[in-house]
């Protein structure tokens, strides 16, 4: 069993900074692509960030020069920095990530529950 538990959302005001983490737990051998999306209301889920093993990252152009992803490959957990943020990046954020489980070898996508970002105003 693989779980991704996601923490630090939350209520801040325009400009602000937020900081998500995402740790992966469970039978992991390897955790390749690293991401975070989003879904706003009424909205399909977007692509936030990604980032692969070996750290290259990308963005798409609604985030990038604000967010920043990063990894720790040896706390297999992932983290989105996020500055001046704006109402539009309110959103439910989750973290995603392919992983070779340690048991089976098999390679899986797997998701964390979400966690409310809102940005006021």
């Known amino acids: 069993q693989v779980q991704l538990v996601e923490s630090g959302g939350g209520l801040v005001q325009a400009g602000g900074s937020l900081r998500l983490s995402c740790a992966a737990s469970?039978?992991?051998?390897?955790?390749?692509?690293m991401g975070w999306y989003r879904q706003a209301p009424g909205k399909q889920r977007e692509l936030v960030a990604v980032?692969?093993?070996?750290?290259?990252?990308n963005y798409p152009n609604s985030v990038k020069g604000r967010f920043t992803i990063s990894r720790d490959n040896a706390k297999n957990t992932v983290y989105l920095q996020m500055n001046s943020l704006k109402p539009e990046d309110t959103a439910v954020y989750y973290c995603?990530?392919?992983?070779?489980?340690?048991?089976?070898?098999?390679?899986?996508?797997?998701w964390g529950q979400g966690t409310q970002v809102t940005v006021s105003s």
């Open positions: 995603a990530a392919q992983i070779e489980d340690s048991l089976t070898r098999g390679r899986n996508d797997y």
């Open positions: 469970g039978s992991i051998f390897r955790i390749n692509t």
């Open positions: 980032i692969i093993r070996d750290g290259i990252t």
